[in-house]
């Protein structure tokens, strides 16, 4: 199912302004350092979080299926933004040290092919770093009815939910919360 109205292309040349982009201190204490290593920003927009990135890996793409965002990303240094979905990702098996995927996963149309395709394009040995809402705080929930009431096509999942969608896949999982955001952590 096709979204008619575009959001985030309408959004993008206002969305840093709308969605301040404050250094990510906990997503940055979750992802390994990679000198010599590429790191994807899965549904990655703007660009707005792998912008801190930097020092963590060698290089970063970022992949959305917003040209309008992916073109203020393109403004930022250091990051190659690919146009593509995440069902559907673009990259041989295995090429990523690291993914991230920061409040993106809700936004998905089908969250178990987004999953499929996030751990097929993980190395062995590379970690998955998904951090959404906590659906169950105040904060979450506000953002779950405005998505709702700007016709999005969020479905918010529960860090448990997230975790389920890689059930059949080898390696750890475990998530951490703060208040209002939860993280999911996959290590291949």
């Known amino acids: 199912m096709k979204n008619k109205l575009d959001h985030f292309g309408l959004l993008a040349p206002f969305y840093e302004t709308f969605i301040h982009p404050g250094d990510p201190q906990k997503l940055k204490s979750l992802v390994p350092n990679m000198p010599q290593g590429i790191l994807l920003d899965a549904g990655g927009g703007t660009g707005r979080v792998s912008q801190f990135l930097h020092e963590k890996a060698a290089q970063i793409i970022i992949a959305d299926e917003s040209f309008d965002m992916l073109r203020q990303a393109k403004k930022k240094e250091g990051i190659q933004p690919v146009r593509s979905r995440t069902e559907h990702l673009p990259f041989r098996d295995g090429l990523f040290d690291c993914i991230i995927m920061v409040d993106a996963l809700h936004h998905v149309v089908n969250q178990?092919?987004?999953?499929?395709?996030?751990?097929?394009?993980?190395?062995p040995g590379g970690r998955l770093l998904i951090e959404e809402p906590n659906f169950d705080s105040l904060r979450g929930k506000f953002i779950a009815f405005a998505e709702k009431l700007a016709l999005m096509r969020?479905?918010?999942?529960?860090p448990e939910q997230i975790i389920a969608l890689f059930d059949n896949k080898s390696g750890n999982r475990r998530f951490e919360m703060e208040d209002t955001l939860a993280w999911i952590i996959v290590d291949k």
């Open 154 to 158: 969020s479905h918010f999942l529960s």
């Open 112 to 123: 178990l092919a987004t999953a499929s395709e996030l751990w097929r394009v993980l190395k």
